[in-house]
């Protein structure tokens, strides 16, 4: 599985931006699609969850400004973001999971900046 992500930027505090991550190659096995962000210096930490069924989850810090949603058809997933904040600041990560025996496999893109201005 292949993701690339697109649409970061440079925006004012209070500013929207939208995220998109479009999955090729073996598409089939994935089940959930997240993102995830990791700031200068810091973990990489999770932001939102769109599971193949069930209700979505997100960070305590995102909830309520940021929205995931899924294109199933395009193979293809979402981040809207309102509000942003400069600690929104990171560099976003999509992540696609695909079940093997036993577990789990992570997939990973290459990322894309958001940088939220003051």
């Known amino acids: 599985v292949q993701l690339v992500e697109s649409g970061g930027g440079l925006v004012q505090a209070g500013g929207s931006l939208r995220l998109s991550c479009a999955a090729s190659g073996d598409t089939v096995c994935i089940s959930a699609m997240a993102w995830y962000r990791q700031a200068p210096g810091k973990e990489r930490d999770f932001v939102a969850l769109?599971?193949?069924?069930?209700?979505?989850s997100y960070a305590l810090s995102v909830k309520g400004r940021f929205t995931i949603s899924r294109d199933n058809a395009k193979n293809t997933v979402y981040l809207q973001m309102n509000s942003l904040k400069p600690e929104d600041t990171a560099v976003y990560y999509c992540?696609?999971?695909?079940?093997?025996?036993?577990?789990?496999?992570?997939?990973w893109g290459q990322g894309t900046q958001v940088t939220v201005s003051s």
């Open positions: 992540n696609a999971e695909c079940p093997i025996e036993g577990g789990w496999k992570d997939h």
């Open positions: 769109a599971p193949s069924e069930g209700t979505k």
